[in-house]
């Protein structure tokens, strides 16, 4: 499966901070720390993404560096994008979507930006 980035429209959606950022693992065994090709850490951060509806959804989304975001905090998720992935473990097929983002400001930040 290649590995095409697909654009999210965060404008049509609300995004709360649902987890502090915390360091992506490369591996839960060793605690290695995952970095980028530049050598940033790379972030996890939980949100909840709704849309007018009120429909919502969790995602983990990684970013390079450490977000200035908190739980509760309403957050922009700037330049998403969502990658297909699928693996198959113990001879199952796992498949979902993984997503990125190149930064996570509060949106009081955004805006003022």
Sequence with gaps: MRNIPIPVDVSRLTFVCVTDPRPRLVSQHTGEVKTDRNGQTVYQVGLSAADASGRAELVNVNVSGEPDVKVGQVV???GLVGFAWEQT????????????????????????A
């Design 89 to 112: 473990r113990n001879g199952e097929l796992r498949w979902g979507v993984a997503y990125r983002a190149e930064a996570i400001t509060a949106a009081s930040a955004a805006r003022a």
């Design 76 to 78: 922009v998720p700037a």
